[in-house]
């Protein structure tokens, strides 16, 4: 068997006899994981770190303890250059508009390196969904030239926290609208926010009209969902 797994390029064998260590290829991992999702077995699988793509260690960092989810990134790191780490990251962000999840944890890494990160930052600057992370961190970053972050930036990183927010549950939700601050500077809010196009907007202010828990508040996120809905 350990033959036929060498031969495909699935394993390597070091050593021989009882000291034999066999360890899994990069081939070998995805193998593994095919099976196992055959076999409908739930495991923590993930491709093997210099098999991993930008996307991948997104999707899996969001998923694991700060700790653990530095520590992949670290060892993904080490096999590339900050800068081309950077762009990987944002291109990989900018795929799905509607995922703010992999959005903030992009921008979150990126924010990390520094300014090793100055050309990925601004080629993100094309993209609508990234262009407020990115003019906020040229703007900390001190980058000549660079554009301020406008009242639309601001108004998409508190959707995007607020979609991550929904989907963690009604508490959750809530308490981050109250974040906010008191009632009359949300309902301040709601009457701009509406403008912005993000795409889970109307879902936004369709679940603050049913959850929170200030009436004035729900009355104008219905005004607002009923501005937004009328644009299209």
Do not use: C, N
Not at 34 to 59: C, F, G, K, N, Q
Not at 110 to 124: H, M, R, Y
Not at 171 to 192: K, N, R, Y
Not at 194 to 204: A, N, S, Y
């Amino acid at each position: 068997m350990l033959a036929w797994l060498k031969g495909y390029g699935m394993a390597e064998v070091e050593g021989e006899g009882d000291e034999a260590v066999v360890r899994l290829t990069p081939l070998g991992v995805e193998g593994v994981v095919h099976l196992i999702d055959d076999a409908d077995i739930e495991v923590d699988a993930r491709p093997a770190i210099d098999a991993m793509t930008a996307l991948d260690l997104l999707s899996f960092g969001s998923e694991l303890p700060e700790d653990e989810a530095d520590a992949e990134f670290a060892d993904w790191l080490k096999l590339r250059e900050p800068e081309e780490a950077a762009k990987e990251l944002l291109r990989a962000a900018a795929e799905d508009d509607a995922d703010a999840l992999i959005r903030v944890q992009a921008a979150s890494l990126v924010g990390s390196l520094g300014e090793a990160a100055i050309p990925a930052w601004q080629e993100a600057l094309k993209h609508p969904s990234l262009r407020p992370y990115a003019a906020t961190h040229l703007t900390q970053l001190d980058v000549e030239d660079a554009p301020e972050p406008t009242q639309s930036d601001t108004h998409w990183l508190i959707l995007d926290m607020w979609t991550i927010s929904a989907g963690l549950g009604r508490q959750e939700f809530v308490s981050s609208l109250h974040d906010i601050g008191p009632s009359s500077m949300l309902t301040g809010l709601l009457e701009v926010i509406w403008k912005v196009p993000h795409p889970h907007l109307e879902e936004l202010l369709d679940a603050i009209s049913t959850m929170h828990p200030d009436r004035q508040v729900g009355k104008a996120a219905k005004r607002a969902l009923f501005k937004a809905r009328s644009t299209k």
